[in-house]
């Protein structure tokens, strides 16, 4: 039996990290955290304002989803974060080594499109640019894949899932 990944779904907002993270962790039979839920207040409320995070900001943030995915080792989970530079990565992993990403990656205008029809998100359509400028897409030596967001939720999610068997087993 393999033993469950705990997975990073991963990319700019707008790419459907809270829509897939959920099905995929229902698909995998583990538990979801949704990663807005671990920003501090003055977080939700800078970027609220339409102002970009800085990395200061984004540590504690960090530390708390890394400290989730680290107790859920040997046990799997699916968690969302925008994990959008290598140095956030390295520092999930650094608190959790078996951490694997599922990195939604997408056209513009697409995730664009979806910001602007969706409803109740603190994110606003004009941060979209910033978080494209801070976008290091996973290295090759990252354990992790690429899924193109295009499609409905189900054949993305489908496509996630495909791209996680591929990786070794997680123990």
Same mark, same amino acid.
């Given at each position: 039996m393999r033993t469950p990944h705990v997975v990073v779904v991963m990319g700019v907002a707008g790419t459907g990290k809270t829509t897939i993270g959920p099905l995929l962790a229902a698909r995998l039979g583990v538990p979801y955290a949704e990663g807005d839920d671990f920003h501090p207040p003055a977080n939700i409320a800078k970027m609220s304002a339409g102002t970009p995070l800085d990395d200061d900001d984004r540590w504690p943030w960090l530390d708390a989803i890394g400290a989730w995915a680290?107790?859920?080792a =040997? !046990?799997? =989970?699916?968690? %969302?974060?925008s994990a959008l530079k290598r140095s956030y990565? @390295?520092? !999930?992993? &650094?608190a959790a080594p078996g951490v694997v990403f599922v990195h939604l990656a997408g056209d513009r205008a697409l995730i664009e499109n979806r910001m602007g029809q969706r409803q109740g998100h603190f994110m606003p359509t004009a941060l979209l640019d910033s978080q494209f400028a801070a976008l290091q897409p996973l290295g090759a030596d990252e354990a992790g894949a &690429?899924? @193109?967001?295009? =499609? %409905?939720? @189900?054949?993305?999610?489908?496509? &996630? &899932?495909k791209a996680l068997a591929q990786l070794p087993d997680a123990s």
């Open positions: 680290q107790g859920r =040997g !046990l799997g =989970g699916v968690v %969302s974060c990565r @390295d520092r !999930l992993r &650094a &690429a899924v @193109d967001v295009s =499609g %409905s939720p @189900d054949e993305i999610t489908e496509r &996630a &899932a």
